[in-house]
């Protein structure tokens, strides 16, 4: 049974960073497209980024483009986000999702819409002053 764990959240100043690690158990991230996504009070979920598995080929969010790092360590089994200047809208709860590659451009499954195989219970970013 595959599963999905979240850790690094936490409650930080604008400007400050955070690191999210998103680890698999039961499955390989190798063959999947994984994804981070979030969800703000009040908002819809809003695709932040996202990372194949095979290849490491990213995209990302207009509003968190050269803020925020997606990466993978194949090795581990996790996909991180890196987090810097971070602002108070960027405050939401984080999840990651995980889905089996496929023919698809990753740009494809990193939406609101995403549906996945796979979603971690979440992990709450603060920004605050």
């Known amino acids: 049974q595959g599963q999905l764990v979240e850790s690094g959240g936490g409650s930080v100043q604008p400007g400050g960073s955070l690191r999210l690690s998103c680890q698999a158990s039961g499955f390989s991230l190798e063959y999947y497209d994984i994804g981070w996504f979030r969800q703000a009070p009040g908002k819809e979920r809003e695709a932040v980024s996202c990372?194949?598995?095979?290849?490491?080929?990213?995209v990302y969010t207009d509003s968190v483009k050269g803020r925020y790092t997606i990466s993978r360590d194949n090795a581990k089994n996790t996909v991180y986000l890196q987090m810097n200047s971070l602002k108070p809208d960027d405050t939401a709860v984080y999840y990651c999702?995980?889905?089996?590659?496929?023919?698809?451009?990753?740009?494809?499954?990193?939406?609101?819409?995403?549906?996945?195989?796979?979603w971690g219970q979440g992990t709450q970013v603060t920004v605050s002053s």
């Open positions: 999702a995980a889905d089996p590659l496929a023919q698809r451009p990753l740009n494809v499954y990193c939406s609101a819409y995403v549906v996945a195989d796979f």
């Open positions: 990372i194949r598995g095979s290849d490491g080929s990213t």
